[in-house]
C-alpha cells in the first residue's frame, strides 16, 4: 500500500510527463471558471431591487419580490405560453424527425446516395441564423418570394408569411427541423453504425421484412442515443432559441412569437429591469434542472437508459 508521499510523487510525475495536456486543460477550466461560475455569483441580483448608480453591494435586498413581479406580469404569461408550445412543436416534430432519416437513409439508401442526403441535409447546420433567415426573407417575400410568386400564379393571393399569427410558428419550427436535423441525424448514423449487422442478418434469415427489423432492432440499438438526446432537449423546454425568433419576428407577431428570451432581451438589455430579467433567467434554468432531473428517472425506469 503506497504512502501519501509515494501518490504524491506518482502524481508529479504523471503531471510532468502529461504536463502539455494538463496546461491545456487549464485554458478550459479557466473558461469555465470565468464565464460560466463566477457569474452564478451575481444571480444574487435576483433578489435584489439592483440600481445602476448604486451598484451591486449597495443595491436593496427586495427577497422575492421580482419572481412576484414577473409572475403577475401578463406579458410573462403571454410569452411563457408561446415558449411553451413552440417548445413544444419542436421536440413534437422535430426531435423524432432526424431519428426518422437516419433510419430512413441507413435502411433505403445505397452508400453513394446516402452521402449525398447526408452532406445535403448537415450544410444548414454550418450556416448562421442570419444568413438562414435572409434565405428565408428571400423565398417567403410577399412581393418577389419564390413561394408567393407560386401562389399568385396558382391564382391565390400573395401571403405575407412573416406577419402572419397564422404561419410565424410553422415557419419557425419548419425552419429549424431544416437548420439542425443534419446535425443529430449524423449522430443517429454514428450510432446506428454500431449495431451489430450479424442480428440484421439473423433476423432476414428468419423473415423478418423490413419494418420488424427497424422496430426489433434498429430502434432498440439506438434507444440510449435516443433517451440522452431526449432528456437533454426537454432540459431546454424553455428555450426556443434568441437568434431565430429575433432576427424572424416583428411587433406584428409578438401574441404567438414573442419567447422568454426576446422578452427577456427587451426587459433587460433594452429596459434596464436588470433584477427582472435575471430573476426570469433563475427562473428558467430552474425549470430546466427539475426537467433534467424527473425525466432522467422517469425514463430510467422505463427503458433502463439515462444520463446516470
Known amino acids: 500500500m503506497q504512502g501519501p508521499a509515494s501518490r504524491f510523487s506518482s502524481f508529479q510525475k504523471q503531471f510532468w510527463k502529461n504536463r502539455f495536456l494538463f496546461f491545456m486543460a487549464l485554458s478550459i477550466l479557466a473558461w469555465y471558471a470565468i464565464f460560466r461560475y463566477i457569474p452564478y455569483y451575481w444571480n444574487l441580483i435576483a433578489f435584489k431591487d439592483y440600481q445602476y448608480s448604486m451598484g451591486f453591494a449597495k443595491s436593496p435586498w427586495v427577497g422575492f419580490e421580482n419572481f412576484k413581479a414577473l409572475f403577475q406580469d401578463p406579458f410573462f404569461l403571454r410569452v411563457l405560453r408561446n415558449t411553451l408550445v413552440i417548445s413544444g412543436l419542436k421536440i413534437a416534430i422535430g426531435f423524432p424527425f432526424p431519428i426518422i432519416l437516419a433510419i430512413f437513409l441507413n435502411e433505403v439508401f445505397k452508400s453513394a446516395f446516402k452521402k449525398t442526403i447526408q452532406t445535403i441535409t448537415f450544410v444548414p447546420f454550418f450556416i448562421s441564423w442570419v444568413i438562414y433567415a435572409s434565405i428565408l426573407f428571400s423565398v417567403l417575400s410577399p412581393s418577389v418570394g419564390m413561394l408567393n410568386v407560386l401562389i399568385s400564379r396558382l391564382g391565390g393571393e400573395p401571403i405575407y408569411f412573416l406577419a402572419s399569427e397564422k404561419w410565424f410558428r410553422p415557419i419557425l419550427v419548419i425552419s429549424d427541423i431544416t437548420k439542425q436535423s443534419g446535425y443529430f441525424t449524423v449522430i443517429y448514423m454514428a450510432a446506428l453504425a454500431g449495431v451489430d449487422e450479424e442480428i440484421f442478418e439473423a433476423a432476414i434469415c428468419d423473415g423478418a421484412n423490413l419494418f420488424q427489423r427497424i422496430w426489433h432492432i434498429t430502434i432498440p440499438g439506438i434507444a440510449p442515443v435516443i433517451t440522452i438526446l431526449f432528456i437533454l432537449r426537454l432540459g431546454q423546454l424553455l428555450t426556443v432559441g434568441f437568434e431565430q425568433v429575433y432576427i424572424l419576428y416583428s411587433p406584428m ?56
Not at 277 to 300: D, M, P, Q, R, Y
Not at 302 to 307: E, K, M, R, Y
Open 253 to 308: 407577431v409578438y401574441d404567438v412569437g414573442d419567447v422568454i428570451e426576446t422578452f427577456n432581451y427587451r426587459q433587460g438589455i433594452l429596459g434596464g429591469r436588470f433584477s427582472y430579467t435575471t430573476a426570469l433567467g433563475l427562473f428558467k434554468s430552474s425549470i430546466g434542472f427539475v426537467l433534467v432531473i424527473a425525466s432522467n428517472w422517469v425514463l430510467k425506469k422505463l427503458t433502463g437508459h439515462g444520463l446516470w
